[in-house]
């Protein structure tokens, strides 16, 4: 398994520390972007640029069209994310380009003439963090604007930034912001429609927007001025605020989420999972975009459009993948299969190979370790959904919802494949009735299916067990839970794989979870232990059984029910929200805790084989947040959280190989990535080759660098010593016989 797992980079993993194997990529690129990384703004970012060529702001990169190929121009720092974007109010050709990280710090991309690229980095002062706010969403404008929940900052370019919230009135929420062609700056509030002319500092109130609660605004090319409520009206004003009116009909009830215009004056109003158009702005609103919603089941895409953003050409941004259109919605164009871009399960078939499910589907690794193919949906997309395997080889996902049964709720269905994955056909012999939950639902290695599920019939609610033999249709399995109804939830199943099978149950009246357990054959439930707060999973092998709850971890392993000690470096508000036991009885765990802010943090992963000393695998996934252990093998995979990204751990050494540190061409890993003052470049040449190897600081200036040299075929280290160097983001360039790849480390 661990050696199977080297190959996975072609289609599923995340590359958190390297770009593609040059400074460029093609357009293609994006049809198949790196594990976690996600378009978040395309097109003319600034609206005001005379710039022509086409960029693309990833939450991790910048990126320049430069004659069809497009070239990475910023990368975010090691831990940070970029989440807005633009170019400075210039009509220079080429105008500075602002780049927002998430931790509040703006860097000024100049540009380079003598390269053609922007390779000059001028930080600005960092937006100040802290106060009533949870993140920043946007800054725009000449003097810069800042927007985050709850507060709005300017600065002068990016320096001395001061709050500006004077005028408006304390709302709950500050919703968007944007800005027209004069320098006044409009803000959407939970309390109203403000506006700050040019160089005025105090918010006035719009008293012409009849609105109560704007959430979007769009000013458009020809300076129109578009406001969205929530879950309301979409209204216009054509003469600068002074009046507005409805916008034409046919948005129904969609809560907008996007707004953009093209170069004929059209106008496009985008909810998370509709896509509206308007001839002029002027026609009545359609729906355009019919021949991509085909591709997804919306019952578990609730949300599938992120972006829609362009000038001739259109670009719509899903969870699935990239859409285009150059004739206004008539026809939209995929291009290409995309690969998975986040990662909602790992599995295995019963010949040991890897199953990953994500936001396109089902697919698995094939036997020569390379190839992998897409099992369900053949045609469309599916989210993530949770695959099991029982220990006779069948293979069962919990996959879409279907409706309503009989006042019962949402159901969902079950589909089964007995060929290892070639064909999964539903599995229709009953139904579970009630809202189910992932993670509570489980198949035994009898191949019993388990399902807990919350009815609401005529307003009460009841937790109920269900379970399917196979063959059979789904029957109650209640005896010995008693009544359970109003305010009793299910929580999870898990079974320890020696002949019993529990069932949390969530008591929200006491706060407390109990947790039951009967033979896997079969019989009545019997409460073992009733803890306080939540049981997020149960997990269990070799007669060993383990609970993550809210408070930190239980275990079982035959004298009942014992809390274990906490791992010495956890510490503050704990909650352990994902277990494993594997294969040889070794328990791991996931802890989380929350910062100031009340913002998880993550702890770090920790083993034990005592319940008393807990151990830390080797390598660095202590500030990563992660929903889910998963044993397979030899291995004990890490999702990260948001299905953000995928980590394995050899449990036969106990080493972790965090995948996000392999790179596919040439094997290249830095180990260890961050480092304090010394880190080793491991990389494989399949033939004799020349090697050269420069690390550069973020203003491209050389620190670290071995000379060009003949080195033979197979496995190579270089050692690189920077114990002079300030802590920061490095980058760095492996020559091989000419050709470049590129990537990042970090010295803290």
Avoid at 194 to 220: A, C, M, R
Wanted: glycine share 10%; with cysteine; aromatic share 12%.
């Amino acid at each position: 398994m661990k050696n199977l797992l080297l190959l996975l980079i072609p289609l599923l993993l995340l590359q958190l520390n390297f770009t593609s194997s040059s400074a460029q990529v093609s357009e293609a690129h994006f049809n198949n972007l790196p594990e976690g990384e996600n378009i978040i703004i395309e097109g003319d970012v600034g609206g005001y640029s005379v710039l022509t060529d086409h960029i693309i702001v990833t939450n991790r990169f910048v990126y320049l069209d430069d004659f069809d190929e497009y070239d990475v121009q910023f990368y975010a720092p090691y831990g940070t994310e970029i989440v807005d974007a633009r170019f400075k109010l210039s009509f220079a050709y080429n105008p500075p380009f602002l780049v927002l990280l998430n931790n509040g710090r703006i860097i000024e991309l100049r540009w380079n003439s003598a390269v053609h690229r922007y390779t000059i980095q001028i930080e600005r002062d960092p937006i100040p963090v802290g106060g009533d706010s949870t993140y920043f969403r946007k800054i725009l404008g000449d003097d810069l604007y800042a927007m985050k929940d709850h507060s709005v900052y300017v600065s002068d370019s990016g320096y001395n930034w001061v709050i500006d919230t004077a005028g408006l009135n304390n709302p709950v929420m500050i919703n968007d912001i944007d800005i027209d062609t004069t320098q006044k700056v409009w803000l959407c509030a939970s309390n109203g429609l403000y506006t700050q002319d040019l160089n005025v500092t105090i918010w006035s109130e719009n008293v012409n927007y009849p609105g109560i609660n704007p959430k979007k605004i769009f000013i458009d090319r020809s300076q129109n001025v578009w406001v969205a409520e929530y879950f309301g009206n979409l209204y216009v004003s054509t003469d600068g605020g002074s009046s507005f009116q409805i916008a034409p009909s046919g948005l129904s009830s969609a809560s907008i989420q996007d707004i953009c215009d093209d170069a004929f004056g059209n106008i496009y109003v985008m909810s998370y999972y509709n896509l509206y158009y308007s001839q002029g702005g002027t026609q009545p609103f359609v729906q355009i975009d019919q021949t991509v919603i085909d591709d997804f089941d919306l019952l578990e895409f609730p949300y599938v459009y992120n972006n829609i953003s362009g000038d001739t050409l259109l670009y719509l941004a899903t969870d699935a993948g990239e859409y285009t259109t150059d004739d206004q919605g008539a026809t939209w164009i995929y291009d290409g299969a995309v690969s998975a871009e986040h990662i909602g399960y790992v599995g295995s078939t019963s010949d040991d190979r890897l199953l990953m499910s994500s936001n396109t589907g089902l697919h698995r690794l094939e036997a020569d370790d390379s190839t992998w193919t897409k099992l369900y949906p053949q045609n469309g997309f599916l989210w993530g959904t949770e695959v099991f395997t029982a220990s006779n080889g069948d293979i069962y996902l919990l996959a879409e919802s279907v409706g309503n049964n009989s006042g019962y709720g949402s159901i969902k269905m079950v589909y089964k494949s007995t060929d290892n994955g070639n064909n999964f056909a539903l599995d229709t012999s009953g139904i579970i009735a009630g809202d189910v939950g992932n993670s509570y639902f489980l198949v035994d290695e009898n191949g019993v299916q388990h399902a807990g599920s919350r009815v609401n019939i005529a307003g009460t609610y009841y937790a109920r067990a269900w379970k399917k033999e196979p063959g059979q249709d789904w029957a109650l399995d209640t005896t010995g839970l008693g009544t359970l109804m109003t305010d009793f939830s299910p929580r999870s199943f898990g079974t320890d794989h020696n002949g019993k099978i529990y069932f949390a149950i969530y008591d929200y009246a006491n706060s407390s979870t109990t947790i039951y357990s009967r033979p896997i054959a079969g019989g009545t439930w019997t409460a073992e232990t009733t803890v306080n707060g939540e049981v997020y999973n149960i997990k269990g092998r070799n007669g060993i059984v383990i609970a993550g709850t809210k408070l930190g971890m239980m275990y079982n392993n035959g004298g009942g029910w014992q809390t274990a000690p906490l791992p010495s470096a956890v510490t503050g508000t704990i909650t352990n929200v994902a277990t494993e036991v594997d294969i040889n009885g070794i328990a791991w765990a996931f802890f989380k805790d929350v910062d100031g802010t009340n913002i998880p943090v993550g702890k770090g992963i920790f083993y034990t084989t005592d319940f008393s000393n807990w151990l830390v695998p080797a390598g660095n996934v202590d500030t990563v947040l992660f929903s889910r252990l998963v044993a397979i093998g030899d291995s004990v995979f890490a999702l990260a959280s948001g299905f953000e990204g995928v980590y394995v751990f050899d449990t036969t050494a106990a080493l972790p190989e965090g995948i996000a540190e392999i790179e596919s061409i040439n094997k290249i890993r830095i180990i260890p990535n961050p480092f304090h003052n010394e880190t080793i470049l491991q990389f494989d040449l399949e033939n004799d080759s020349r090697v050269e190897l420069i690390i550069y600081n973020v203003l491209g200036e050389i620190v670290f660098e071995i000379p060009s040299q003949q080195m033979n075929g197979g496995t190579h280290q270089l050692k690189i010593s920077l114990p002079d160097f300030v802590n920061g983001v490095l980058m760095f360039e492996l020559r091989v016989n000419g050709k470049v790849e590129m990537g990042k480390m970090v010295k803290e």
